[in-house]
């Protein structure tokens, strides 16, 4: 029987499709889930809550990743030490004090420094900020480096941008205020010394009410210093 010669059809291999190189490397290892600074933010808040619950001292930065479900790597490249985390929980909580940069121009000035000092938010926001200014009170006296964090990143910032807002109200012909610097701070005295003063001698306020009652008086007493005659 005579042999076939004809040659066995090679089989042609599909042409895989062409991947972009950078499509590559976005693929390669885990996705982040969130940006460092949003990470630093819930880690902050976390570790806010163990201070609350066992003080700044007690707390450790082991404490603070097995609260926080992270590696140490993790944390240390955010934070180097306690006393950074503690400088973010301030700047996080800023807002919770002042509610500026805002637009309350077309408010008179006594309503829009209510809004600005946040008088009248619910009993919950209110607990949580007498919980940081007790927190806060209580640990700036045993470490001073957290006393002047305190500062640098709370009340100076605060400070400042109460004073840009009553500049503005200067220029507008809203006010009289020969020195933004100094009203921003007796202001500032005024109400979260009120604020502290009760957060050390008692649990809260005898009532919302009360606490909105007595902090429209401090503001309107001010106000009747600076409005135009």
Same mark, same amino acid.
């Given at each position: ?6 040659? =066995? ?7 895989? =499709?062409?991947? =972009? ?7 390669? @290892?885990?996705?982040?889930?969130? %940006? ?5 933010? !819930?880690?902050?808040?976390? $570790? ?8 700044? $001292? ?24 306690? $006393? ?17 940069? @805002? ?33 806060? +009170? ?5 470490? =001073?480096? +957290? ?10 910032? %605060?400070? !400042?941008?109460?004073?840009? #807002? ?6 507008? @012909? ?24 009760? %957060?050390?001698?008692? !649990? !809260? #306020? ?24």
């Amino acid at each position: 029987m005579p042999m076939s010669t004809a040659k =066995p059809r090679r089989k042609i291999a599909a042409k895989k =499709p062409k991947v =972009p190189a950078d499509a590559t490397r976005r693929h390669r @290892g885990r996705p982040k889930l969130m %940006s460092d600074a949003e990470q630093a933010r !819930q880690i902050a808040r976390q $570790a806010r809550d163990l201070f609350f619950e066992k003080g700044y $001292a007690r707390t450790t930065m082991d404490d603070i990743v097995t609260r926080c479900r992270i590696s140490k790597g993790t944390l240390y490249r955010l934070f180097s030490n306690k $006393a950074e985390i503690f400088g973010a929980i301030i700047d996080d909580h800023r807002q919770t004090m002042l509610a500026l940069p @805002g637009d309350y121009d077309a408010l008179p000035i006594d309503e829009a420094l209510a809004r600005i000092f946040l008088i009248e938010i619910d009993d919950e926001a209110n607990d949580a900020r007498m919980a940081l200014i007790r927190f806060v +009170l209580v640990e700036v006296r045993q470490f =001073p480096e +957290l006393r002047a964090l305190l500062h640098t990143r709370g009340g100076d910032p %605060s400070r !400042q941008a109460l004073a840009r #807002w009553l500049r503005r109200q200067q220029a507008k @012909g809203r006010i009289v205020c020969p020195n933004a610097d100094d009203a921003a701070k007796a202001l500032m005295d005024l109400i979260f010394g009120a604020v502290a003063v009760k %957060s050390e001698t008692v !649990q !809260q #306020w005898p009532a919302r009410k009360e606490r909105i009652r007595y902090l429209r008086n401090c503001i309107r007493m001010f106000t009747q210093g600076i409005l135009p005659r």
